[in-house]
Nanobody, 124 residues
Framework: QVQVVESGGGLVQPGGSLRLSCAAS????????VGWFRQAPGKEREGVSC????????YYVDSVKGRFTISRDNAKNTVYLQMNNLKSEDTAVYYC?????????????????WGQGTQVTVSS
């Protein structure tokens, strides 16, 4: 069964860090591009970051550049999103998604498999 599962969310104070994980089962994540998306209450889904399956190139939305880092651990069939210096505006449900497309950017419609999401709350 093809599945992706996010984990690592939680409550953190402003300035803190979290590392989100996107673990795949039923397929080899190394051959897929992976995107991270988030949706805050009352807002549309936003693409946050992605990593290509071809050359490992990455993309970050401007609001997270310099704070978030996307990476792969192929041995664990997992992609991570390291989030540092978190701000209240980062509060959202974070989703990972995968696509066989080599360069999908953060256009949600290009992604095929989605996880159930993990809640990130940044608050003092």
């Amino acid at each position: 069964q093809v599945q992706v599962v996010e984990s690592g969310g939680g409550l953190v104070q402003p300035g803190g860090s979290l590392r989100l994980s996107c673990a795949a089962s039923g397929f080899t994540l190394e051959y897929y591009s992976v995107g991270w998306f988030r949706q805050a209450p009352g807002k549309e889904r936003e693409g946050v970051s992605c990593i290509s399956s071809v050359d490992g190139s990455t993309y970050y939305v401007d609001s997270v550049k310099g704070r978030f880092t996307i990476s792969r651990d192929n041995a664990k069939n997992t992609v991570y999103l390291q989030m540092n210096n978190l701000k209240s505006e980062d509060t959202a449900v974070y989703y990972c998604a995968t696509t066989i497309a080599p360069y999908a950017g953060v256009v949600g419609e290009r992604y095929e498999y989605w996880g159930q999401g993990t809640q990130v709350t940044v608050s003092s």
